[in-house]
């Protein structure tokens, strides 16, 4: 690289005590507000699918960040507290699997941190020339989540590079690809997908697969999902209690709306509406007009939108998926399972189906060379 501000960076941050992050911003956040501006104006729904706040959005900016640490933190969300401590079980387990075969982290939807600093303490002291890669869409959360990541698990900060980038693109997939070939070579990655991320994309198989064609054969990815044993009603009546229950995350779904458009959010208007589809249940999270006129929302830099009277607009999406649905995933997405942990909730005195999967998997050599390509266009 020669002598350039890049190469330059090590021996200006060595013994530096303020607070900098190193990260390449990949997108004009410009381009970000107009993409949500066009999602929330998709046309009337009562029922949560037409206007909507797109998955990765929903953490996108300051304002979120910090509602999704504040509802993390809430004392009354119980499954993100006995989510934690049982993942940090599941990975005790399988992480002797993981030094053994991945050198770098390469964190897809780095959250708080929380989980990332479980990996980077584990895999640092098998590879202290590792490199961590956190990547998220919000640029804030990045920041927020890594610099939590690398204080728990004392990583030197000349490691650290973080990617802001959306990973629901295809073609920023591609860039992701090439760009991790140049940075590690052949040397092999841990891609971690947790926090049911997989859950909150609308077209979730699509997603996923699209996440594991830019694995190569050396590497490896760790996908966490959450897991119900029934589609019964009960379950679903369950899961919709489940996040409703909490404040904090209703505080935090409505945070993206709240922080990007002039709309008055009463949080008694949101609905969670649970169904059972594709072998798994489905959440879907909306914002309805109750009233009976039209609000008219402004979002920067954008016409106004009218809301008639009921028209929602969908908050969040997430789901509960059995050990078959999750199977079938696996396959689409050309993806082979070399480890599992599994486990039930029982955090409550009532009987619970639901619990997490957590799954170390690699590319499928035997699965069909015809997998889709990359859509540049799209």
Do not use: C
């Not at 970000?32 to 046309?43: E, F, H, I, S, V």
């Not at 079980?89 to 964190?107: C, G, N």
């Not at 650290?160 to 295809?170: A, C, E």
């Amino acid at each position: 690289m020669g002598d350039s501000a890049i190469s330059r960076i090590d021996n200006t941050l060595a013994g530096d005590e303020f607070a900098w992050s190193v990260t390449l911003v990949g997108e004009d956040q410009s381009d970000k507000l107009a993409t949500l501006a066009q999602y929330l104006d998709d046309g009337h729904s009562t029922s949560g699918d037409g206007k909507r706040v797109p998955s990765g959005y929903a953490y996108w900016g300051i304002g979120p960040t910090i509602a999704w640490f504040n509802a993390s933190n809430d004392p009354t969300y119980m499954v993100i507290k006995v989510g934690t401590e049982m993942f940090r079980r599941q990975w005790r387990s399988i992480s002797p699997l993981v030094t053994d075969e991945a050198v770098h982290l390469v964190s897809l939807g780095v959250g708080t941190g929380a989980k990332d600093g479980m990996f980077l303490e584990t895999m640092h002291q098998a590879n202290p020339s590792m490199l961590y890669v956190p990547i998220d869409m919000s640029a804030e959360m990045l920041r927020t989540g890594s610099r939590t990541a690398v204080r728990e698990a004392h990583f030197p900060l000349d490691r650290v590079l973080g990617l802001q980038i959306d990973l629901s693109l295809d073609g920023n997939l591609e860039e992701l690809k090439q760009f991790l070939d140049r940075l590690v070579g052949d040397e092999s990655i841990l891609y971690s997908l947790v926090g049911n991320t997989v859950a909150n994309f609308d077209d979730d198989a699509e997603f996923l697969g699209g996440i594991a064609r830019v694995l190569r054969p050396q590497d490896r990815i760790l996908v966490e999902f959450a897991t119900t044993e029934n589609l019964t009603q009960d379950a679903v009546r369950a899961a919709e209690a489940e996040y409703r229950q909490t404040r904090g995350f209703v505080e935090f779904v409505a945070s993206a709306v709240r922080y990007n458009t002039d709309l008055k959010i009463d949080l008694d208007q949101v609905r969670f509406a649970g169904s059972v589809e594709d072998e798994s249940i489905l959440l879907k999270v909306f914002w309805q007009n109750v009233g009976g006129e039209d609000i008219r929302m402004l979002i920067p830099g954008s016409r106004p939108v009218h809301l008639k009277p009921l028209d929602t607009i969908r908050l969040y999406t997430t789901r509960k998926y059995t050990t078959e649905r999750i199977d079938q995933l696996v396959d689409g997405a050309g993806l082979r399972t070399a480890h599992m942990q599994r486990e039930r909730f029982r955090h409550t005195q009532r009987q619970n189906p639901f619990g997490l999967e957590l799954r170390l998997m690699a590319r499928d050599e035997n699965a069909p060379t015809e997998l889709p390509t990359f859509d540049v266009w799209k």
